[in-house]
């Protein structure tokens, strides 16, 4: 965008000000001193100083919530021709990231934002955000199985903390299990079903500390309402 946009926009002065300051060589860009119209910064890059001071754009923060479909990264540039949880999001303006993974083969909610704050709150192993998961499981656990998931389990050296997990349905050679962990290990539903020997055939998100996917369609996203994005702001 253009300097004296990104000024206005950082409460510095009105657009036809700003191009004031800018000629008067108040400004500089990484460093350099602007003192021409028609320079456009990066408002994600580019570090802009005023008389020697730092500005920042005040940024409208959005909250998406996605129901991710098999079959696509949660990167944000696609390496290898691999499909973005991004390219399902269009019409937004804003640089949204999503916050934390969902493996490839895994569907279901994942959150995209803005917002960096509120990701590390959502993500960081200290706030124990429990989320909850559906998998469908080779075979059907029994009570002793379900209780090493509960008491927690060795993987990639660590033992996991406890989980929930409750066996939903039986069907004959599969069952479908509701699991709730609070940390967020590479793969680690996968993981803690494999040790138990019931490997994952499907697995699913369906919410995040209460934040439910409920029926929204797959591939579809909508944005967070603004009660529950306070209610995420007060976890
Ligand atoms: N656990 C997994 O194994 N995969 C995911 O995508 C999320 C949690």
């Given at each position: 965008?253009?300097?004296?946009?990104?000024?206005?926009?950082s409460?510095?002065a009105s657009?036809?000000?700003?191009?004031?300051i800018?000629l008067?060589g108040?400004?500089?860009?990484?460093?350099?001193?602007?003192?021409r119209?028609?320079?456009?910064?990066?408002?994600?890059r580019?570090?802009?100083?005023?008389?020697?001071?730092?500005?920042?754009m005040?940024?409208?923060?959005?909250?998406?919530m996605?129901?991710?479909?098999?079959?696509?990264?949660t990167?944000m540039?696609?390496?290898?021709?691999?499909?973005?949880?991004?390219?399902?999001?269009?019409?937004?303006?804003?640089?949204i990231?999503p916050?934390?993974?969902?493996?490839?083969?895994?569907s279901?909610?994942?959150?995209l934002?803005?917002?960096g704050?509120?990701?590390h709150?959502?993500?960081?192993p200290?706030?124990?955000?429990?989320?909850?998961?559906?998998?469908?499981?080779?075979?059907i656990?029994n009570?002793?199985?379900?209780?090493?998931?509960?008491?927690?389990?060795?993987?990639?050296?660590?033992?996991?903390?406890r989980?929930?997990?409750k066996v939903?349905k039986?069907?004959k050679?599969?069952?479908?299990l509701e699991?709730?962990?609070?940390?967020?290990?590479?793969?680690?539903?996968?993981?803690?079903?494999?040790y138990?020997?019931?490997?994952?055939?499907?697995?699913?998100?369906?919410?995040?500390?209460?934040?439910?996917l409920d029926?929204?369609?797959i591939?579809?996203w909508r944005?967070?309402t603004?009660?529950?994005v306070g209610?995420?702001?007060?976890?």
């Amino acid at each position: 965008m253009r300097l004296q946009h990104y000024m206005a926009k950082s409460g510095i002065a009105s657009r036809r000000k700003s191009e004031s300051i800018i000629l008067a060589g108040r400004v500089m860009v990484n460093n350099q001193i602007v003192d021409r119209l028609g320079v456009k910064v990066d408002p994600d890059r580019d570090i802009v100083h005023v008389d020697n001071r730092v500005i920042k754009m005040e940024r409208h923060k959005i909250y998406i919530m996605l129901n991710k479909p098999v079959g696509y990264v949660t990167t944000m540039k696609n390496k290898h021709d691999q499909k973005i949880v991004l390219d399902l999001i269009r019409g937004v303006e804003e640089r949204i990231f999503p916050v934390g993974r969902l493996d490839q083969d895994t569907s279901g909610l994942l959150l995209l934002t803005n917002d960096g704050y509120l990701a590390h709150r959502l993500t960081h192993p200290r706030y124990e955000i429990t989320k909850v998961y559906e998998a469908v499981v080779r075979g059907i656990p029994n009570n002793s199985k379900l209780m090493k998931f509960r008491k927690g389990l060795k993987i990639d050296g660590r033992v996991t903390a406890r989980a929930y997990v409750k066996v939903l349905k039986r069907y004959k050679d599969s069952s479908l299990l509701e699991i709730a962990i609070h940390e967020g290990r590479n793969r680690q539903v996968r993981k803690m079903c494999k040790y138990i020997g019931h490997p994952v055939i499907e697995l699913k998100r369906i919410s995040i500390s209460g934040l439910a996917l409920d029926d929204l369609p797959i591939g579809k996203w909508r944005y967070l309402t603004k009660d529950e994005v306070g209610y995420l702001s007060r976890l």
